[in-house]
């Protein structure tokens, strides 16, 4: 079982910044890969940016250059920095992770929300 937790979310103006956190419950985390996905009212969830447990890292191309996903493994979380937001990143983004089974987990979420 994995908990995920999302926090650092809000309100922001265009162009300004958030730092995402994902706090996990897992006696794996160094060996786990994680994802931050994203659903806009009315969209499917997407994917926004991905880290494995070797540090392989992949971004959608929305976001390359302006978000950056990273891992702390000695406190079991995950982050994504976000610099240059648009108000098309405007969204509910979520943590994700998968186990070794194909079972997945997500977080609650946290709003992301980007004036213009």
């Known amino acids: 079982q994995v908990q995920l937790v999302e926090s650092g979310g809000g309100l922001v103006q265009a162009g300004g910044s958030l730092r995402l956190s994902c706090a996990a419950s897992t006696t794996i985390f160094g060996a786990k890969a994680f994802d931050w996905y994203r659903q806009a009212p009315g969209m499917q969830r997407e994917l926004v940016a991905a880290?494995?447990?070797?540090?392989?890292?992949n971004y959608a191309d929305s976001v390359k250059g302006r978000f950056t996903i990273s891992r702390d493994n000695a406190k079991n979380t995950v982050y994504l920095q976000m610099n240059s937001l648009k108000p098309e990143d405007t969204a509910v983004y979520y943590c994700?992770?998968?186990?070794?089974?194909?079972?997945?987990?997500w977080g609650q979420g946290t709003q992301v929300t980007v004036s213009s």
């Open positions: 994700h992770t998968r186990s070794a089974l194909g079972r997945d987990y």
């Open positions: 880290i494995t447990g070797g540090g392989t890292i």
